[in-house]
């Protein structure tokens, strides 16, 4: 059922997506920097140990609009500390997708006929109305949601003992019902999940006959697109 709905909203959005060159104004210049703790220093992300992007690497994507055609961008990132959309045009110039943005749909890099993964905005997702993205693990009524809010924290490096900067990723998942608020999900658990969404004898003879613990999210993730398609045969 994943597999089905994917192909459809790719398939969709490929037919419907407009070049980003046909779409003006759409995003601002991307600034490297952020202001430090001194008002005349500057720190830029090379500054700041790890990373706060979805991927090293940019990726082709689809970006689904609340007006308007999607956009087709050749190169995108998910930028997990400003909660941000960021790609780089032709002549390699990095922007900041403006507003208005409901879902991405980052496609695999090394085979474009694949979809790498699905982010919506947060409110679509019902888990607030603040600006941001989560990525959805599965599509259909009942959804694995994982939400990666990055910030900024100061250490000392043990080798050098020199003060450094940080990011660092709060990983969050939640369980999102058709037409209802998305309830977080404590842990990666059988007891965690089925709190939530209740089993029936058949749900359960499914997790046995498959030895499907519901301990990651691959777990969880095939164990609701299984409800999802049962559901649908109803």
């Keep these: 059922m994943r597999i089905l709905t994917v192909i459809f909203c790719l398939s969709f959005a490929l037919g419907q997506a407009q070049d980003l060159s046909l779409v003006t104004p759409f995003g601002v210049r991307f600034v490297n920097y952020f202001p430090s703790n001194k008002s005349a ?59 208005g943005i409901t879902m991405v749909i980052m496609i695999n890099r090394n085979d474009t006929t694949k979809v790498g993964g699905i982010f919506r905005s947060l409110a679509s997702l019902r888990i607030n ?8 693990l599965n599509e259909g009524k009942t959804r694995l949601i994982k939400r990666n809010t990055t910030s900024i924290v100061k250490e000392t490096d043990p080798f050098s003992h020199e003060p450094q900067q940080i990011f ?39 997790l046995k006959t498959n030895k499907n613990k519901l301990k990651s999210e691959a777990d969880i993730a095939a164990y609701f697109t299984f409800l999802n398609k049962s559901d649908q045969s109803k």
């Excluded at 999102?176 to 709190?195: E, M, N, R």
């Design 41 to 99: 220093e500057k720190m830029t992300y090379s500054d700041i140990k790890g990373s706060c992007f979805s991927d090293k690497e940019w990726s082709p994507a689809i970006l689904v609009l609340k007006v308007g055609q999607p956009i087709r961008l050749k190169k995108v990132k998910m930028n997990f500390y400003t909660n941000e959309v960021q790609y780089q045009d032709d002549s390699g110039k990095e922007f900041v997708a403006l507003n």
């Design 129 to 136: 109305t603040t600006e941001g993205f989560a990525q959805v």
């Design 168 to 206: 660092t990723s709060l990983i969050e998942y939640y369980i999102g019902i058709y037409g209802q608020d998305a309830v977080p999900l404590k842990t990666l658990s059988k007891a965690s999940v089925l709190s939530i969404v209740k089993p029936t004898p058949e749900h359960e003879q499914w």
